[in-house]
């Protein structure tokens, strides 16, 4: 466990970048520090490696200060991932994963070996070994950057706004990235972000810091968004917290129908038969299942369909039992035409559908329970 | 001839010590101002077509390592033993240190400068002439006081083809007469000249670009 | 007759190739001193260019030392010297280490300087003690830059040290001087076609060393 206790950081022109902070980051999870910039969050973050020591107070790692050890063995038993990766350009993707374990006196072979099965668990392709910084996108680049913090096996890692630097999209593949390597390695991670909805994505805890460098809440992402500290807080989050805890929700207790859902070889009959008094429209899917859009029943079930009544309405995006969030369940259903959802199975095969109302219902279910407030 | 005051000159160099300081400037300047007048329109060419700009190096890089003494050599046939071959050389040094100065100052304008400048409907050329070009000044100035005082030092090797040195020229009286008080001369007086360039320059920039003033104070 | 004339009728006067006053011997003679000079320069310049850019410090004292350096006349200062100190190699080795060595400091300076202040971050957090920061980080990306002061250092040794020959010095600028002074204008051209064969030489030199030195994601990354 690492324990941040009653630091503070002043610089001699009078600042204060840290006032008095007290956190305990447990371990095996991810602890995010977020807040806007000059909340201290970055300072914090290197007060753990000794890259800025503090001015009053002292950071424990299990139980003994950091500053018994001497400060460059303690700074390779942690990763460390800063912004724009930090690569070194002179050396290849391989060489710049081996450089921990080469330092630490690992022959050449094994720290290469070593690297290359980094390179696998961060999704870089071996073919990368060879290459140099430069010929890599900067989404490939942070992965390097996190394969070489991973490279010496630390028990804690360092991540100064790693992902800040790249576009949304390689962003939400790094920090997915992220969360399946930490399911495997369980390593105490420490991350920094000015990103709100990625310290809620990414964190077991999240501690809000604010201006000045003071904490304003320390709290699982959940509680964050139920319960936040104060107004501070509360204006971080945004106006939508309230859609966004329900990310925190899972769709397995949804009330799904099959009922509305034929196949696109379906004959009148069958859509007819397929109708439901809730809604005029029924899912069609191919073959295999897989959804394609609603059909209005009725113009179905009265003849054959050509011409553009024979078209079908989009159905937006279909959310998946299990591992989406009841968030996704009503994005869905507020994206579709219909006013309903399509739930799917990991095959991508539909499962059911649900109604806004239905999704509306499980909210209140979960407001009685206590548990969404 | 009498060992007279530090700025007393021997007759034979047919001069007197504020005449050679006045040629060493001319033979400094005139070659400079050439350099940056040619060294313009090159800059400006390198910075349209960005492929001009490594040959262009790269011939530069050949020609600033030529020697300057045989460099000379290979110009007396042509213009004998004159300023004109002590100048030219001095020229071309100096081309070599202003192309990449412009060149390197115009492309570090920031690319927001640019582009507002061409969202502003600022043609090709007139964006390099009247927005990269001004912002280029300090780099401009720094290549010049290089070229300056590295010619203003060069400009005393002229003595070795027939007198054409300027201050240069106390040198080989200094060493034909065992005078130790003229090479001292020659050697402050050319230094003194050097500083004093370079401080004008240093005026110069501060005086074109009075935006800058702040940031270079720091 | 044009200067390509007047070099080949030097090229082929007999005993050129041999002797105290022969090609080979002058040539070496130039090699040696412009070497010896190149050296001292480097171990002057290149532990104070490499710990003043790692550190950040001196930077405005390294800029007036420069221009200082630059101002002096080398030419002049050669012939100062060997009227105070008579013929030997330290009126000569001054100059031409004097000169180098501005260009080598200030070079190597801004070459530390330029090094992406996030890549030293990144090797400080990984628990590079200074020293390996300073080899293995910030001198390989900043060689490129480093190799181009020496470079430039090397060329104005090569250059002066034929101005030398005026202070009866050895080395390629004699076939100048002297033909000069004996109105021999085919020597004159001779040695100046060597001492400028001489310097594109070192520029090759240099380019070669840059192909074996530098690592290629530096080269290309820049």
Known sequence: MIVIDAVTKRYPDGTTAVDRLTLEIPDGSITVLVGPSGCGKTTTLRMINRMVEPTEGRVLLDGRDIREAPVNALRRSMGYVIQHAGLFPHRTVVDNIATVPRLNGADKRAARRRALELMERVGLDAAFAKRYPYQLSGGQQQRVGVARALAADPPVLLMDEPFSAVDPIVRKGLQDELLRIQADLGKTVVFVTHDIDEAIKLGDMVAVLREGGRLAQYAPPAQLLSAPADEFVEDFLGVDRGIRHLSFFGTDTLELTTEPIVTEDATAEQFGAAAVPETPYVLVTDAAGRPRGWADAAVRASGPLDGPDGELLPYGHAFTVGRDSLRAALDSAVLSPTGWAVAVDEEGRAVGVVAQESIAAAIRGAHRAGVLR | MSSGGFFEVPSDLQNSWWGLVGWQVELTLVPVLCGLVIALPIALLCRRFGWVYPPVLGVATVFYAIPSLAFFVFLIDYFGESSVTVGIPLTVYSLVVLVPAIVDGMRSVAEDTRAAAEAMGFGTLRRYVQVELPIAVPAVIAGLRVATVSSVSLVSVGMLIGNEGALGNLLSDALNYHRPLLAWDAVLSIAVIGVLLDALLVLARRLLTPWARKATAK | ?222
């Open chain 3, 1 to 222: 007759m044009n200067i390509f004339g007047y070099a080949q009728q030097f090229f082929d006067a007999p005993g050129r190739w041999s002797g105290a006053d022969g090609i080979p011997t002058r040539l070496l003679e130039h090699v040696q001193y412009s070497g010896l000079a190149l050296l001292i320069a480097m171990v002057i310049a290149l532990p104070v260019g490499l710990i003043t850019g790692h550190t950040g410090r001196g930077g405005n004292a390294l800029a007036v030392l420069a221009t200082a350096a630059r101002a002096l006349p080398s030419f002049g200062l050669l012939v100062l010297l060997t009227i105070l100190m008579g013929l030997g190699l330290t009126p000569v080795m001054v100059p031409l280490v004097a000169l180098a060595v501005p260009p080598i400091l200030v070079t190597t300076y801004e070459a530390m300087r330029s090094v992406d202040p996030s890549l030293v971050d990144a090797a400080r957090g990984i628990g590079l003690p200074w020293w390996r920061i300073l080899a293995q980080v910030e001198l390989p990306v900043a060689l490129p830059l480093i190799l181009s002061g020496i470079r430039s250092g090397a060329i104005q040794i090569v250059s002066t040290a034929t101005i030398a020959a005026y202070v009866s010095f050895g080395g390629l600028g004699r076939y100048i001087v002297d033909g000069l002074s004996q109105v021999d204008y085919a020597k004159v051209v001779g040695g100046a076609v060597l001492v400028a064969s001489l310097a594109l030489a070192t520029l090759a030199l240099f380019w070669g060393l840059g192909k074996l030195l530098v690592s290629p994601g530096v080269r290309r990354g820049r």
